[in-house]
């Protein structure tokens, strides 16, 4: 048997959906607050950043997925992928659909008026960092080797 087909089924082998983790960043955050408000500043255009922010992140997401589509490659990191995905958002950060996350979770902390919540985009970010990102960079450097090299080199992880 082929381990590396093996390991390629499996793709990242990242163990939950990665969404999940700012979910309860957000969840969680809203539950602090509840028990210790710590108020940003209950204001028109705080609430107006955060929906804009929120705007921003649902598009950088959108073009992602589509840019994943088109190059008929999976964007579930528990899967193989097919492709290095280099153009599009993906030239400006190898991780916009994480740094979308972190947007929305912030978004949606100045929505909700939670410093809290704003907040959690931060332990989210390392969470995701450690058990996915990780994973997925040593995934695509091990199948797609100097490709991979090429491009993380020329785009960072975050910004």
Known sequence: MNTNIDQDEKGANVKFPPPLVFIGAILLGYAMDYLLPLKIGDTIVIMIAGL????????????AILTFRRANTSVEPWRPTSAII????????????????????????????????????????????????????????????????????RVRRWL
Not at 52 to 61: E, H, Y
């Open 52 to 63: 804009m922010m929120v705007l921003i992140a649902l598009i950088v997401i959108v073009l």
């Open 86 to 153: 280099t153009g599009g958002v993906f030239g400006i950060s190898r991780n916009p659909i994480y740094l979308a996350f972190c947007w929305a979770t912030i978004g949606i902390g100045l929505i909700l008026n939670s410093w809290w919540v704003v907040l959690g985009f931060i332990p989210a970010a390392a969470l995701i960092t450690v058990f996915v990102i990780v994973r997925e960079e040593a995934y695509l450097e091990d199948k797609f080797a100097e490709e991979y090299r090429r491009y993380r080199s």
